[in-house]
C-alpha cells in the first residue's frame, strides 16, 4: 500500500505513493498511462458536468441533468427485489413539487438521507412521465460544493478504476506536488498572450470554479503544449544549420525546362524555387511537398534529380510498392534520359543478377538515378555519392526508414512527397522538423471527377452503369470497408462481394480481387494485371488509396461511404480521372443521418482537395490524416487540433519570438523549457517524422 505522505512527493513519484492506491491500483492507473504524478496531473478530465445551476422541482426536463434542493420528506424505504437487487425509495419535496427519487444496490441510503433535512441532488428527471429521478449523487445542502454547485470533471476511465477515484487522486497529487510544477512559458509571452501560470492552470483544470476560469486554464495549457513542440522543432531546425550538405546550383535548370513536354504550373515554379533555394543552400533540405492527386509532384522531384546529376551526385527515391516504384522509373527515364541522366530500377523481386548489376552501377557512380522499394535500404546497397534522397507517400514509411537511407550519404538533402492534402497548421505539427511546400494548383487539362452520393436503391442502375463502362473499354474500381465478412451484416466485404460480382452480376467480366491481407506479391501481381487491362472490376479495400496510375479505370465505386473520412474518400476518388476517359466517383451510403450526409455531400460539390482536408479537421479530427503516431502526430494531452488552431499559430509565433532572442539557453528561465523540450523529443521521436 501507499505510504501515508510522511514527506513531501516530487513530481516523479509512482501513483502507488498515494494514499489508497494499492499496487493493483496503480496497475490499473498503468492502462490508463499514468505511472507517476505528474502523469496523474497532466491527466485530464475528457468532460465537465454543469452542476452550477440549481433549479426548482417545477423547472427539472426529462432527460436534462440538473441540481436542485429539496428536503426528505419520507424515511428511505428499502425493497429486496431479488438477490443482489436491492431498491431504496425515499419522498423529497420543495416549494414547488415532490419527487421520488430511486437507489439500485444503496442499502446504506437509509443511513445518509434523514428525513426532515435538506440536500442538494444533482440527476436526471425520468423521462417515462413518472415524478422519479434514478441514483442521483446528493450532499448535504449547507455544505455543497463537493460533488453539486461545481463544474464536476469526467475522466476516461478503465474495468476497476471509478471516476470517484480519480478524482480522489488527483486532489491528493494537486497538494502533494502542484507547486513543484515546472514554469515552461516565460514571463514575457504569459504577460503578452495573457495566459496564467503553470500552477494556476493545472489546479483549475482539475478543479474548476466556473467556466471563465476553466477556459482560461485549458487555454494556457493548449498554449505550453504547442509551444513546446513548437521550440523543440526550431532546436531541431537550428541543428540541421550547422550541418553541411553538398550545394546543388539552379544553373542547368533551363535545360530541364526545354526539355519537358509540357509547361509547369506557376504552383509546380514556386515549390521548385523553394526547393532550389535549399539545394543550393550549403545546407541539407528537409521539405515536405505536398499536393493533390495529378498535381505534379513527380515532375517538381525529376527536376531535383535533373539539378542533383548535374551537381555531380546521385539521387535515390524510395517508394512504397514496387508497381509504384516501376511507375516512378517509368516516369523519371521518359523526362531524364533525354538529358542524359541514367536512372536505374531497384526492387525485391528483381533477380539477384540484376539486383547486383544496378548495386555496382550505383557504387561506381554510373547509376545516377535510382528508383526503389526497401530493397535501397538494405546493408548492401552502397552510393558512390549519395546526394538527394526522395521519399514518396511520406506516411508510408517510418522515420527510421527514410533515416537509413539518408545514411547512405553525408547528409543528403531530403525531399519528401506527399498526395494527402493537410491543412498547413496540421502539417507545420504533423510533419515536424519539415519545411511544408504546398502544390496548390491542377495542371491544365486535368479531368474533373463528377462524383455523386446514392443509396442501396440504385443498385441495379449502378451495376447497369460499371456494365456500360466496361462494354465502352473503361475499368472500374469498386471499394469496400472490409476484407472479409462483418460482423454487421450492412458492411461490404471485398472478398465476398468480388465473389457475388462474378458469379451473379458481372459473369461476362473479368473480377478481380485485392486487399491488404494478401501477400505483397500477389498485390504487386494484381494490380499489374489491373494496368494491363486483363482485370475489368477490380474489388479492393483502401489498400489502393496509395497507388498506381491506370489512365483506364474512369469510375470508382465506393460502397458503404459514410464508413470512411472526406479526406480518405478524396484520395480514394483521385484513383481515377488519370486519362482521356469521363470518369466518375459514386459514393454508396444508406445511412440516415444528416450530418453523415451533409459531410458526404462535401465531396459531391468540390474537388479541391485542402479545402476538403479543411472540412474533415473541422468534422472529424486529426485522427482521419494520421492513423497512428508513427505518422507523427503527437500526443495531445490538452489540444483538440479542430478546435485550437488559432492558439497553435500563436504558439508558433510565440516560440519563433522567444527562441530568436540571442543567449536565450543562458537563461535561467528557460531551463525547465529545455528539459521538457529533451524529455518530449527522447521519449516521442517519431513527433519528428
Sequence with gaps: MANQNEQPLDLYAPVSALRG??????????????????????????????????????????????????????SPRLSRIRKGLDITRVQVADATGRLTLV?????????????????????????????????????????????????????????????????????????????????????????????????????TVHTPQDAAALQQAR?????????????????????????H???????????????????????????????THDLASGTPMNRLVQGDVGSGKTAVAAAA???AARGGVQTALMAPTEILAEQHYKTLTALLAPLGVTVALLTGSMTAAQKREVKARLADGTA???????????????????????????????????????????????????ATPIPRTLALIAYGELDVSTIDELPPGRQ??????????????????????????????IVCPAVEESELESLKSAEVWAQTLQAAVFPQLRVGLLHGKMKACDKEDVMARFARHEIDVLVCTTVIEVGVDVPNANLILIENADRFGLSQLHQLRGRVGRGARKSYCVLVSSTKNPDTLERLRTLCRSSDGFAIAQKDLALRGPGDFFGSRQHGLPLLRAAALEMDLKTLEQAQQAAAQALGAPGWQEDAEYAPLLRRIGVLFETAPVALN
Design 448 to 477: 474533373p471527377v463528377e462524383t455523386f452520393l446514392v443509396d442501396e436503391s440504385y443498385r441495379r442502375r449502378l451495376n447497369a452503369f460499371v456494365q456500360k463502362q466496361c462494354d465502352e473499354g473503361g475499368q472500374v474500381y
Design 305 to 307: 534529380a535533373f539539378l
Design 103 to 203: 437507489f439500485f444496490n444503496r442499502p446504506y441510503l437509509a443511513d445518509s438521507l434523514h428525513y426532515g433535512e435538506s440536500y442538494r441532488f444533482y440527476g436526471t428527471l425520468n423521462a417515462d412521465g413518472a415524478a422519479q429521478v434514478t441514483n442521483p449523487v446528493f450532499e448535504p445542502a449547507e455544505r455543497a460544493g463537493t460533488v453539486t454547485g461545481r463544474l464536476f470533471p469526467i475522466y476516461s476511465l478503465t474495468a476497476g478504476l471509478s471516476n470517484n477515484v480519480i478524482i480522489q487522486c488527483v486532489r491528493q497529487a494537486l497538494d502533494a506536488c502542484c507547486e513543484l510544477l515546472p514554469e515552461l512559458l516565460p514571463q514575457s509571452v504569459r504577460a503578452e498572450y495573457g495566459l496564467c501560470d503553470a500552477q494556476t492552470a493545472y489546479r
Design 368 to 418: 545516377q538515378v535510382v528508383v526503389g522499394t526497401h530493397a535501397l535500404i538494405t546493408a548492401d546497397v552502397e552510393f558512390a555519392e549519395l546526394g538527394l534522397v526522395i521519399a514518396d507517400e511520406q506516411h508510408r514509411f517510418g522515420v527510421a526508414q527514410r533515416a537509413r537511407l539518408s545514411g547512405k550519404g553525408e547528409s543528403p538533402h531530403l525531399l519528401v512527397m506527399s
Design 219 to 243: 487555454r494556457r495549457l493548449v498554449f505550453e503544449e504547442f509551444f513546446v513542440f513548437s521550440a523543440g522543432l526550431q532546436l531541431v531546425r537550428s541543428e540541421r544549420r550547422v550541418q
Design 245 to 275: 550538405a553538398v550545394v546543388i546550383s539552379s544553373g542547368a535548370l533551363p535545360e530541364f525546362y526545354a526539355a519537358l513536354p509540357y509547361r509547369l504550373t506557376a504552383a509546380q515554379e514556386k515549390v521548385l524555387g523553394q526547393i
Design 21 to 74: 492506491v494499492s499496487t493493483v491500483r496503480a496497475g490499473l492507473f498503468a492502462k490508463l498511462g499514468v505511472h507517476t504524478l505528474y502523469d496523474l496531473l497532466t491527466f485530464f478530465p475528457r468532460d465537465y458536468e454543469d452542476r452550477t445551476r440549481l433549479l426548482d422541482i417545477a423547472q427539472l426536463r426529462p432527460d436534462e441533468p440538473a441540481c436542485f434542493e429539496a428536503m426528505v420528506v419520507s
